[in-house]
């Protein structure tokens, strides 16, 4: 149902994956996507099969990681493959799938065209690693002006991009970073809110819980208790 319901977003790529990271079901938009005419073209095989080099060779990478770890993937910025041999931009989200004992069987996945060909702005090549950094660095200090600067962008139009991609500021993109990882720290560790806090980059415990009731409805403490049932 879920699949069918994504033959009708065509702008969006939707997948199941098995462990090995082989496709176990597919919509419309990832068989054209492929070059292909029939998602039984894609069933069974591994994304190199489909697609050249990186493109093809990095969402099996991706997968191996959230497959290993268990650590979902959220909006990453990355190039794909349009139909015709056209690159273009997406935003992936990949999480691990688990059966009824909890063990990770497999992955399921979107990913989202932030533009088609030939749209007038495109995605400055030096963002996604900006993404990546702040990914890996969300701890330390932190600025939209920062990040504008590493992506070789004023202010402004980093702002846009952002906007464009995230639907959100890039301020509010650092915080929703910051609180993926602390909300993931709060449910897979035992370390005290407030060191998880000081570590996801927030100054204080009373700015971590403020900035986590506002994004989830809940405190720090009532989330990991209801994660932990």
């Known amino acids: ?26 919509n419309q938009a990832l068989v054209e996507r492929a070059g292909r005419r029939l998602k039984s073209e894609l069933i069974g095989r591994l994304p190199a099969d489909f697609f050249p080099g990186d493109l093809g060779r990095l969402p099996s990478a991706q997968d191996a990681v959230v497959i290993r770890t268990g650590r979902p993937l959220h909006n990453r910025l990355e190039l794909h493959w349009y139909a015709r041999g056209q690159p273009g931009w997406c935003c992936t989200t990949k999480l691990p799938l688990r059966d009824a004992a909890g063990r990770i069987i497999g992955l ?3 990913s989202r065209d932030i533009r088609a060909p030939g749209d007038r702005e495109s995605i400055p090549a030096r963002l996604a690693e900006t993404l990546a950094y702040l990914e890996e660095h969300f701890a330390e200090p932190m600025s939209p002006v920062l990040l504008a600067k590493r992506a070789g962008l004023s202010s402004t139009r980093f702002a846009r991009v952002i ?20 909300a993931q720290q709060l449910a897979e ?10 570590a996801c980059g927030f100054h204080d415990h009373s700015a971590f819980t403020r900035a986590f009731r ?9 989330f990991r208790d209801r994660s932990m049932r």
């Open 1 to 26: 149902m879920v699949e069918a319901l994504f033959d009708h977003v065509p702008d969006t790529v939707f997948f199941v994956k098995d462990i090995d990271g082989r496709y176990l079901a597919v």
């Open 108 to 110: 399921v996945g979107i």
């Open 163 to 182: 906007k464009r991609i995230f639907r959100l500021s890039p301020r509010q993109l650092i915080t929703q970073t910051r609180l993926a990882a602390a």
């Open 189 to 198: 560790s035992e370390q005290s809110v407030a060191d998880i806090a000081l």
């Open 214 to 222: 506002s994004a989830t409805g809940q405190t720090p403490t009532d």
